[in-house]
């Protein structure tokens, strides 16, 4: 293997890295699929197992075979810290067997010609005039070493970015993600006696058990249930701990049994500004392509792998016009997701800077409505703060963060007609530049410090 030169080598074959795979092998391009765990195990994540079916549509994927999911959601509802208020946000879901599904995924790669070496771990990348040529791979069983070269390579390897973590500096590339945006987690898949309306999935924001973010109760059918709290990094609460808290105040979790549990980190912000950097493209948690608000990474990374592979497919196709070609995935990726993160990131710094009392009075007063959720979650709109929220506002004594919710809703509109001025990579500095700097301009402007 170490004198063969592949097209492309993908390292992680979870979402990202098997769409990447299969979108490359469909074209015909030699790919090498690498993996850290055993094949039979490829997929398992710790998640909460939500997939809207809108993103299969997006990437042309085929339904699903009925043993890669559990169930079907209909809507999400969204609960203040009391439960007392909720906002509800409707849309056609999957409650995946994450397992299954992921392997569904690995096994369309391999039937169109992708080449799995599993068990095996990316480590050392070697550089030749700025451009990635060879990877050190150890085999993890063995200990075996080989060396593996490409054109391309595509890291999907996760939030630790085994290849990003290398690759010289780069303009819109974290080769660290800050602290601040990463969320930590914990679930448990449980047995319950039954579970009501299994068609509907409930996140509880409430800053005392999830600060910084929401713990989530999802159906996955009549008698199962994916419970788990994310929380904000560095805001020192253990979710494993937080969650226990809930399972022993809660009469249907409390003597139920646990069937698997786990934590992960997830990264929870705008995506990187750009997939590509020299002929190393990022796909997945490696590119933050998880959704600011609610850390959902299935569907976004579905997107961002597909992009990739087109991508790479299209500079192999044409190599005297490779940069302007992979660029391209950042086009692509910016009109299909990466926009709409931008915007929700805004919202998501909001939402972490708000108190409890701030979400009781904003949900009770329906200062954000379904709609605007709705909306919000489909990228086709920002937040309709009408006359009345204003008023509302106003009239508080100590408004706080909450007072600032109109400004917030500008800043979501501003940044997101600068993604759709996404630049060509001769002006992308600049662009990267301004786009910080409306971020950091919202940050001291309008967050408690």
Same mark, same amino acid.
């Given at each position: ?42 997929? %398992? ?23 890669? @999911? ?78 593996? %070269? ?247 004594? %100590? ?39 409306? @971020? ?10």
């Amino acid at each position: 293997m170490s004198q063969r030169l592949f097209d492309a080598i993908v390292v992680g074959a979870g979402t990202a890295g098997a769409i990447t795979a299969l979108t490359l092998a469909e074209e015909g391009n030699s790919v090498l699929l690498m993996d850290s765990k055993e094949k039979k195990s490829i997929g %398992k994540k710790v998640c909460g197992d939500a997939l809207g079916i809108h993103h299969l549509k997006t990437v042309k994927l085929p339904f699903p075979p009925n043993e890669t @999911f559990k169930g079907r959601i209909d809507a999400i509802r969204v609960y203040s810290p009391s439960t007392n208020y909720s906002i509800s946000v409707e849309g056609e879901g999957l409650a995946l067997d994450r397992l299954k599904f992921g392997q569904w995924l690995l096994e369309m790669a391999v039937d169109k010609g992708a080449e799995l070496k599993d068990r095996t771990r990316a480590e050392k990348l070697s550089f030749e005039n700025g451009r990635g040529t060879e990877l050190r791979t150890v085999h993890t069983e063995t200990g075996s070493v080989e060396h593996v %070269k490409a054109r391309y390579f595509v890291d999907a390897s996760g939030v630790n970015g085994i290849l990003r973590r290398q690759i010289p500096e780069t303009v819109g590339v974290y080769r660290q993600i800050p602290t601040q945006d990463l969320c930590v987690a914990y679930r448990e898949v449980r047995r319950v006696e039954k579970v009501e309306d299994t068609n509907i999935g409930r996140i509880f924001l409430d800053e005392e058990i999830a600060p910084g973010g929401y713990w989530w109760y999802f159906p996955k059918d009549e008698h199962t249930l994916n419970v788990g709290v994310g929380l904000q990094g560095g805001r020192g609460a253990n979710p494993k701990n937080q969650l226990k808290r809930i399972v022993n105040e809660r009469s249907d979790l409390r003597d139920s049994k646990i069937l698997d549990a786990g934590g992960g980190i997830v990264p929870t912000r705008r995506s990187m500004y750009t997939l590509v950097a020299g002929n190393i493209l990022f796909a997945g948690d490696s590119a933050c392509t998880a959704n600011p608000m609610h850390g959902g990474g299935i569907g976004s990374s579905m997107i961002a792998g597909r992009v990739c592979g087109q991508a790479i497919s299209e500079a192999l196709d044409s190599p005297q016009e490779e940069r302007a070609k992979l660029w391209e995935a950042n086009r692509a990726y910016v009109k299909m997701y990466g926009a709409k993160a931008a915007s929700l990131d805004i919202f998501r710094l909001f939402l972490q800077a708000v108190t409890n009392e701030e979400i009781e009075f904003g949900m009770m007063k329906k200062l954000v409505t379904d709609e605007d959720i709705r909306n919000l979650g489909y990228g086709i709109g920002g937040l309709s703060i009408r006359e009345k929220a204003s008023k509302v506002i106003r009239g508080i004594s %100590k408004p706080g963060v909450l007072g600032n919710l109109a400004e917030t809703a500008k800043y979501m509109g501003r940044i997101k007609r600068e993604y759709e001025k996404y630049p060509d990579y001769r002006d992308f500095p600049a662009w990267v530049e301004k786009v910080e700097g409306i @971020f950091r301009e919202y940050s001291s402007r309008y967050l408690r410090r």
